[in-house]
């Protein structure tokens, strides 16, 4: 049998009860060419019995064993490893597809020729609402031809997630350990790629309010989200020609690192100085020659944080809260 096109590399984590919903999504896709690999670790939320369930159900879903407990990364990479598609979908339990959604895919891939990258929209749903997602706007006037990184440098600024795009496999990067691990993972790839196509619909839903981590390595906290971002740097210098990128790359820095510091219930309030001066360092750092910030409230907060003035930016931080409440009445 021919290999199929897209591999969906799936780690079974189901902190929330949401991997059958995950799972029917995908096996009511209708691309026969498609494989699901289910990596099933030791962790006490990766359920083993429900894979196995879903693999004798559907012969395009295979369920691979792991020794230990690896967390995210190092699953998502044993699953690459064993995968036989000509692209990769990296998926979480909380995620749904889209009716059509792989059909579209494989639609736009015919239309494109190989690429290396292929990026798609997404969604957000929680409380019974959904909210289109953060890239959308950023993505939509690129147009329908494939272009490569220096075209759209702009591109570095989104998102960097790695469920709202394929990526070809043979030109896959590795995951690192940690929490946050697909932030260096999505830059090399995007860096790397000669070939990068749009498609132009939202294929995959999120259904969790806010993005967090489902789960690093043993050992893993919010603060290995510094050291990512340093390695995506690092690929960005040791890149000729890096220069236009370097803003795009850090107002995203900054921006990730506000909203894990802001997000309640992340870093723990005992951490938050600790994590508000070390992103600060980050800010110095990594400043870009001629670096403009952004205007209104977000500005602000770029300017607090270069300053490293936490109790300033706390201050800040619940004048806001306080005006979102009297809003709210």
Known sequence: ?????????????????????????????????LEVILVVDRSP??????????ELRDPRVRMLRLNAAVGIGRSRNAGAAHATGEYLLFLDSDHLLDPGALTAMAARLAATG??????????????????????????????????????????????????????RRSTAPQFPDGQYEEVPVVHRA?????????????CVRIRRRHTVHPAGSPGSSHFDLF???RSSFELLDARSGSAPFRPYLFTRMVRHLLFVLELAGCVPRAERPQFFHRAAEYYR??????????????????????SGAYPAFEVAKLGQIARTAVGRR
Not at 45 to 53: G, H, K, L, Q
Not at 149 to 157: E, K, Y
Not at 299 to 306: D, N, R, T, V, Y
């Open 114 to 167: 190989p690429v290396d990258v292929l990026l798609f929209g997404h969604s957000r749903e929680h409380g019974g609402k959904v909210w289109p997602g953060g890239s959308a706007q950023l993505l939509a006037g690129i147009g329908a031809e494939v272009f490569g990184p220096l075209d759209h440098p702009h591109v570095l600024g989104a998102q960097p997630l790695i469920w709202d795009r394929l990526l």
């Open 190 to 202: 995007m860096l790397a790629a000669e070939r990068i196509a749009i498609l132009d619909r939202d």
């Open 227 to 229: 050291e990512q971002y």
């Open 45 to 54: 939320e990766s359920p083993e019995r429900i894979a196995a369930a879903y």
């Open 1 to 33: 049998m021919p290999n199929p096109l897209i591999s969906v590399v799936l780690p079974v984590h189901d902190r929330q009860q949401q991997l059958t919903d995950c799972l029917d999504s995908l096996l009511a896709q209708s691309l026969p060419d």
């Open 285 to 306: 750092t990594f400043l870009p020659e001629g670096y403009r910030r952004p205007d209104g409230r977000e500005g602000i907060k770029f300017s607090l944080l270069a």
